[in-house]
């Protein structure tokens, strides 16, 4: 388990090293490409909005294209100052700047909520000497779209910070050979110590959460000693959170941006696969505790609504999780969501059945026609309920064979609920021999309703015992009465007492039982003819 864990961790680190690295290219100049009408075309540098601007800076700088990076600058500077003068912004931004570039505005207005006109605020830079707010100005150069620019008042600190720079520390024991060599655009003495860097953060998370996990044991245990509860102290939300803890804090260790940048997503979404990973966890203890709870108490008619509500909340926290995780990977919510309404509906069309029967397991758990543990009788079937899930219903038969009817049926067929009721019917007809007197008839008569009304388990009210016909081979007597019991086991053992009663009774009378009538066969029948 741990090794697919981290086999997902590494997969993971590369889908977001490819997520920042289009991030950080996006505000490369587009191919020319011929328009079919003549509109004021886009800016090729990317500096209608705030985020394409710095994004676009920072990218210049590291490609150490000066020139381009100083298009990005609200200077009057020669053009060899002003690619100084971008260089030194982009070394400044690149070591002391924590912004997120996330947080930056993409729209050509900028962030119209901080109270500034035609200026945003992307971050503050701190040094020795004082700290420096870091400014974008909206500038309007011809007729085409405003422009956002790095501002005046933010390039005139800039040298003064850029001095107050110093190498950072790792680099003072590298040799030169490995921060000369790069590759993908970064030092190879980087790389040597991401591959060290990994292992470390993995091997210290490992020991944290067993320290925290014997810490953690016993408070957990003073909620209960049932096996759901501990299925809390299971070490994998809690190592995955730890993981994403120590990712964040390794984030302000960067020696520069984008490394920043990086490690502080991956801890990010780690942190949400944790949270989601834990959430799981405690939908199916609550749900356990729910259900011991209702057995311990008589209720199993609520079972399968403490299911519904589980599966339904798992569900939501999945969907939820989804939904950050592809916020958190730069996708436009808003159109996904839309295009999931649009899918929706034509996913509706084709799975009409489907969510028939959802809605129709939300009526039978909401209804409690049948519940878990109910004997019953559906259609052909009859047994017993074990599960009421979201699709269909589990029915285990006489046969001890598994039957599942979708719940959409189930909602509308009629079920005879056998455990609902609250007596069972005791009604035999018996046939006295046809030498039986009328006196001995009366007796038998007599003593049988004497011999039901005398039993504790028989409702008198309803108990009776007529003669009703004189039938071929007997004198049919009927014998009706409720016995006061709901379980079948029990109820077959009072019928029994009752009948053997009866044959007593019977015997005492001087009367007998009627022999079955004899039924010749059809070639017997026409030899007597």
Partial sequence: MTKTINLGLILLALLLLHSVHVQTRQAEPPQAAATPQAQPAEDSLGRTTPHGTVVGLITA???ENLERAAEYLESGLSPAGRRELARKLGAVLDRKLLTSLDSLSDEPDG????????????????????????????????RGAPLWLFSSITLQEIPRVYDELEPAWIEQYVPDSLRTIRWLSL???????????????????????????????????????????????????????????????????????????????VAVILMVMAVSWFSLRLAD?????S????????????????RLISRLSKAAIVIVAGLVLLYLADVEL?????????????????????IENLFGGIMVISDKPVNVGDICKVGEYMGTVEDIGIRSTRIRTLDRTVVSVPNGQLASMILENFAERDRMLFHHTIGLGHQTTAEQLRDVLAQI?????????????????????????????????YVLESQPPAFLAIQEDLLLGIIDTIDNSGASIAAPALTLPPLANALSR
């Fill in 285 to 289: 203890v609550l749900a356990e505790l």
């Fill in 334 to 354: 808003t159109a996904a969501l839309t295009g999931l309404g649009v899918g929706g509906i034509a996913i509706g069309f084709g799975a009409q059945k489907t």
């Fill in 111 to 142: 962030d119209t909520g901080d109270g500034l006109t035609h200026r945003d605020l992307i971050g503050v830079v701190e040094s020795s000497s004082g700290s420096v707010e870091i400014f974008l100005d909206r500038v309007q150069r011809g």
């Fill in 449 to 481: 309703q004497g011999l039901l009304a005398a039993h504790p388990k028989v409702d008198a009210a309803s108990a009776r015992t007529r003669f009703i016909r004189f039938s071929a081979a007997s004198l049919d007597l009927e014998v009706f009465a």
């Fill in 61 to 63: 700088v590291e490609q």
């Fill in 187 to 265: 030092p190879l003495y980087r790389w040597i110590g991401l591959l060290l860097f990994i292992p470390l953060v993995f091997g210290l998370a490992t020991l944290c959460t067993r320290v925290l996990n014997v810490l953690l044991r016993p408070v957990v245990g003073r909620l209960g000693y049932d096996p759901a509860v501990r299925g809390l102290t299971r070490l994998g939300p809690l190592h995955l959170l730890i993981l994403a803890l120590l990712f964040y804090a390794g984030s302000f260790f960067g020696l520069n941006l984008s490394s920043r940048l990086f490690w502080t997503r």
């Fill in 291 to 306: 259900l011991g709870r209702l057995a311990r108490k008589n209720r199993a008619a609520d079972t399968a609504l403490i």
